[in-house]
């Protein structure tokens, strides 16, 4: 039933007491009537690309629904009946108006994939620490300007994307997410990053192009698993030896910063590929002797 031109949802849908998925995607459907609590074995429910800018409090009423994609709406709040979804492993919610999640959110206990991007989120309640089966958490295009402590407690995050925020800081806990293998921090304020960052040791990409960062701390040596790190757009003057140490470094990224000089350490990076180093301030003799350390890497200058 999807890219039919819907205006409403069908009221008789709540006979359709056996149904397991339904799709009502690309409609212009505004409201979702209260009926659909009839839909008892519903595992999977996709709506986006709607008109919808509420939900009713009977979507409580799901209680097998595992899917729910309401992405490209005009969402402003979720009701708190959202705790009662025990069972749902996916939730996505990109491109709303989200402002703010219920604290209730922290019941969702099998949730595994929670999208947000393209809101207005400006902050996050501490309860979304409880989400201990978190895998997948998307924040990109938001307006957080800083992260709750409680982040740390995701102990199965793997990919954390917080891409286009207003971050200045991320706190010390991030250090405690052992099973993170991708940190995307691109596009925010940031200025510095905590030493506990390098206790990441399954991180395999780290971006964190177009900051303010003016240094990075010598922690980040210990990112053993650590493939691509990204750091153009900053205002790098130095870069600290340990970055040696990263033995399975494939690409990284330091184009657009203010380096006059590499540490020779970076000549044990034997995997390095790719090194972007356009638009700083070496000399031609720099240059030559970054050459010669990394006779095996394609190094872009220009």
């Known amino acids: 039933m999807s890219n039919n031109q819907l205006t409403t949802f069908p009221k008789e849908i709540g006979k359709l007491q056996k149904l397991q998925w339904l799709n009502l995607s690309a409609n212009q459907i505004k409201t979702i009537p209260k009926e659909i609590e009839k839909l008892?074995?519903?595992?999977?429910?996709?709506?986006?690309?709607?008109?919808?800018?509420?939900?009713?409090?009977?979507?409580?009423?799901?209680?097998?629904?595992?899917?729910?994609?309401?992405?490209?709406?005009?969402?402003?709040?979720?009701?708190?009946?959202?705790?009662?979804?025990?069972?749902?492993q996916w939730l996505y919610l990109h491109k709303n108006q989200l402002t703010t999640l219920p604290q209730e959110i922290e019941k969702l206990q099998k949730l595994e994939s929670l999208g947000l991007d393209n809101n207005q989120l400006t902050t996050l309640p501490q309860e979304i620490g409880q989400l201990q089966n978190l895998k997948v958490l998307f924040l990109n295009n938001n307006q957080l300007t800083t992260l709750?402590?409680?982040?740390?407690?995701?102990?199965?995050?793997?990919?954390?994307?917080?891409v286009s925020n207003q971050l200045t800081t991320i706190p010390k806990e991030i250090g405690q997410l052992q099973n993170l293998q991708m940190l995307d921090l691109g596009n925010n304020q940031l200025t510095i990053l905590p030493k506990e960052i390098g206790k990441l040791q399954n991180l395999q990409w780290l971006y964190l192009s177009n900051n303010q960062l003016t240094t990075i701390p010598k922690e980040i040596g210990q990112l053993q698993n650590l493939q691509e790190l990204y750091l153009s757009n900053n205002q790098l003057t130095t870069i600290p030896k340990e970055i040696g140490q990263l033995q399975n470094l494939q690409e990284l990224y330091l184009s657009n910063n203010q380096l006059i000089t590499i540490p020779k350490e970076i000549g044990q990076l034997q995997n390095l590929q790719t090194l972007y180093l356009r638009n700083n301030q070496f000399s031609i003799e720099e240059k030559e002797r970054i050459r010669k350390l990394l006779p095996k890497c394609q190094i872009y200058f220009e």
């Open 148 to 162: 709750p402590q409680e982040i740390g407690h995701l102990q199965n995050l793997q990919d954390l994307y917080l």
């Open 40 to 88: 008892q074995k519903l595992q999977s429910l996709y709506l986006p690309n709607n008109q919808l800018t509420t939900l009713p409090q009977e979507i409580g009423k799901l209680q097998k629904l595992q899917w729910l994609n309401l992405s490209y709406n005009q969402i402003k709040t979720l009701p708190q009946e959202i705790e009662k979804l025990q069972k749902l």
